[in-house]
């Protein structure tokens, strides 16, 4: 299982959950309430971005369809991001530690 937890840029953590195969992170969120903020919804703009703290390897990043613009290394498109299925059905629970950018905060 992953277990993901989002963060704002100061540590204050803002959600947690486990993560599903089939949504990328943006649905996942929005599914508890949470305002993710967004714009393309398609991979080609930076609205949705967000930082990886910890476990990039769980993470496809092109779950949702393709990313047309460059990123961090450490960066992820919410929108189209999502969790690999082979982390979702692992018997370790594996934490996704996800942190909003300054900016979109
Ligand atoms: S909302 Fe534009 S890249 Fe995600």
Redesign the pocket.
């Known amino acids: 299982m992953v277990h993901v937890i989002l963060k704002a840029p100061d540590g204050k953590e803002l959600l947690s959950f486990p993560a599903n195969a089939e949504q990328t992170l943006i649905e996942q969120m929005e599914d508890l309430a949470f305002d993710m903020p967004?714009?393309?919804?398609?991979?080609?703009?930076?609205?949705?971005c967000l930082v990886v703290k910890q476990g990039k390897d769980v993470i496809d990043e092109t779950l949702g369809g393709d990313k047309f613009?460059d990123t961090d290394d450490d960066q992820i498109?919410?929108?189209?991001a999502g969790v690999k299925p082979e982390a979702i059905a692992s018997n370790e629970t594996i934490t996704l530690e996800l942190e909003m950018l300054d900016m979109l905060y």
Do not use: E, F, K, V
Request: charged share 5%; with cysteine; aromatic share 6%.
């Open positions: 967004y714009s393309c919804r398609a991979g080609s703009c930076m609205t949705c613009i498109l919410s929108c189209i």
